[in-house]
């Protein structure tokens, strides 16, 4: 709960939020999935929403439940991942937490794919959208463009190539390789990488990174003074 006088520094700005995974249907009773649980994307929409902005938060399949003060779109596949974040712009800020799946099948099943003689499927794998590339590079791109990085291997420089080629203003750079889990986890270790190099942050839960990204949100942007 809120104290009632608690600063609003981000009063009168909009963000937009993906969290989660996406699911992409192979038929009518299996999909593409992975392990994110939504828990970062949603305290970073939480934590903007306690700092007075305005926040949509469009969220993939997830159990845990909606933040409170903010405008939660669920949808299912990265493509209408991509169609909900277009519809909620225009926005000062968008924050690209989701885990979105790289890969759909070329064409989705109609009815249950049965075993049978033909042995296995073969599944035909076509590329998804880049939702993040596709704001950081559009007409509509928001002031602030921030996305993440999932890596298990050159985490620094997998991050600062995908600053550039997605026009993001900061990457949040974390391994998803380290032990107990990050996907899915309590806790989260991230590095901010930005055209001003590398923060190193400590390990912290969620909603602590959460609130840190929203402190450099607004030292960025500036408070809006409401
Ligand atoms: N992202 C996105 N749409 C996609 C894939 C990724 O918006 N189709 C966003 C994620 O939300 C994240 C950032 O891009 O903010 C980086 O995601 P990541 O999976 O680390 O990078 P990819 O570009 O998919 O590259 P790869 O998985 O091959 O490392
Ligand atoms: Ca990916």
Redesign the pocket.
């Known amino acids: 709960v809120l104290a009632p006088n608690a600063p609003k520094p981000l009063a009168g700005r909009c963000f937009v939020v993906?969290s989660g995974p996406t699911h992409e249907p192979i038929d009518p009773v299996r999909y593409i999935a992975n392990r994110s649980s939504g828990q970062q994307g949603h305290a970073i929409a939480q934590a903007l929403a306690e700092a007075g902005g305005e926040v949509v938060l469009v969220s993939g399949p997830v159990v845990i439940p909606d933040p409170q003060g903010v405008r939660t779109v669920k949808v299912e596949t990265?493509r209408q991942m991509l169609k909900a974040v277009e519809e909620a712009l225009p926005a000062d800020g968008a924050i690209?937490?989701?885990?979105?799946a790289?890969w759909r099948v070329a064409t989705e099943g109609a009815s249950k794919t049965k075993k049978g003689a033909d042995g296995p499927p073969r599944l035909e794998l076509v590329e998804?959208?880049?939702?993040?590339?596709t704001i950081g590079h559009g007409e509509k791109r928001p002031k602030l463009v921030v996305?993440?990085?999932?890596?298990t291997n050159d985490l620094l420089a997998?991050a600062q190539a995908?600053l550039m080629?997605?026009g993001a203003d900061a990457?949040l750079a974390n391994d998803v390789s380290l032990e107990g889990g990050v996907m899915g986890g309590p806790r989260n270790t991230v590095h901010l990488v930005s055209e001003s190099g590398v923060e190193d942050w400590p390990t912290m839960a969620k909603a602590d990174v959460a609130r840190r990204l929203v402190d450099w949100i607004v030292a960025r942007m500036g408070a809006s003074g409401a």
């Open positions: 993906t990265a690209f937490v989701a885990a979105v790289d998804n959208p880049d939702i993040l590339a996305g993440f990085a999932a890596e997998n995908k080629r997605k990457i």
